[in-house]
């Protein structure tokens, strides 16, 4: 039987960053709630990508709990990440959600099989925390002046779309002018497009949910993505015709 040693390592390494100072509060460690949650969701999420092309449902499955191990780390370490630039707060969450997943990918693969899908894991994983800190950053700008969680959900998710789809621009043609046409664009692009884009954005969803119902980390949202912090701009007050005619004269 093979050692269950590897795949609790990241656990135990949401365990640790969990015993830095500012995580020193019982809220923090509701964090284990969407990380718990998307672990169950992997079990049979194989099953329900099966419309995708193979070997893309296993490639993307995996997918999902790695990037949550990336968005854990961004929302523990949060609060040494939020109080900067946005060009540097990506940068930081970048380097914290892609070197986590990797962390969790390293000890999540058989190295042993052999099996070709394990470099498509860290080939998509790769611009999966591109994408994932990319569009948190994108969306924290669009919604900047005021905090409103399905406002900011819908902007991420149309983030997320609109760099996947940039990602896959230059496989469009090549596809497009394949000898199986648009059925093979439909099949071998906008499905894959539309698939990891619902895989990226489900991996932070329940992050997002839980910033949402909890105020501690309701408070490390809004910091790192700087929510609410810009005044929303003044109401331009129109005065009547009247009033304006009595001042001309």
Sequence with gaps: MPSIIPPLVPWLAVLLLLLAK???????????????????????LTRALDWLPSPL??????????????????????????????????????????????????????????????WGVAIIGGMGALVFALALTLAGRVCRRRYRPARLCLMILLMMLGLWALIAAPFVVVIFFSPNGASGFVQNLLLPLFGITGVTFVALAPFLLLSFGNGFYRTRLKNLLKLGLEPAAPPIIRQPLEVLTVEAK
Excluded: E, K, M
């Design 22 to 44: 500012p995580n020193r509060c019982g809220q923090a460690w509701l964090i284990w709630l969407p990380l718990g949650l998307l672990a169950a969701l992997t079990t049979g």
């Design 57 to 118: 449902n296993q490639v993307f499955s995996d997918l999902v709990l790695l990037l949550g191990f990336g968005a854990a780390a961004t929302w523990l370490l949060s609060s040494y990440l939020g109080p900067r630039h946005r060009a540097l707060t990506f940068l930081g969450v970048l380097i914290v959600a892609a070197g986590f997943s990797f962390f969790a990918f390293l000890f999540s693969q058989d190295w042993t099989a052999n099996d070709p899908t394990v």
